[in-house]
């Protein structure tokens, strides 16, 4: 089993900033990948931001490519995400996932979530 609490959500200006985070815990060495994804009312869930545990790759959606960054300390078993030029169209709950397969998709663990709300 694996649990994830995100941390550090909240309401932020058009323009501002948060960072995220993601604390994982249990059986760690089975992770492969870390994600976020996030689900803005109405909406169905999308991909934000994932990144490899062991190697430190990454990949974004279009839509946060240049504004998000995803980030992890493996000493500290977190990850990050950095959001600046935040837009009110990032407004969503924010979800942390774990996924054990070489290959991603399945996403095995969730987080709670934790909201953001971008003011314009």
């Known amino acids: 089993q694996v649990q994830l609490v995100e941390t550090g959500g909240g309401l932020v200006q058009a323009g501002g900033s948060l960072r995220l985070s993601c604390a994982a815990s249990?059986?760690?060495?089975?992770?492969?990948?870390m994600a976020w994804f996030r689900q803005a009312p109405g909406k169905e869930r999308e991909f934000v931001a994932r990144?490899?545990?062991?190697?430190?790759?990454?990949s974004y959606a279009h839509s946060v490519k240049g504004r998000f960054t995803i980030s992890r300390v493996n000493a500290k078993n977190t990850v990050y995400l950095q959001m600046n030029s935040l837009k009110p169209e990032d407004t969503a709950v924010y979800y942390c996932?774990?996924?054990?397969?070489?290959?991603?998709?399945?996403?095995?663990?969730w987080g709670q979530g934790t909201q953001v709300t971008v003011s314009s």
């Open positions: 990144i490899t545990w062991r190697t430190g790759s990454t």
């Open positions: 996932a774990a996924d054990l397969s070489v290959v991603p998709g399945t996403w095995d663990y």
């Open positions: 249990g059986r760690l060495f089975d992770i492969y990948h």
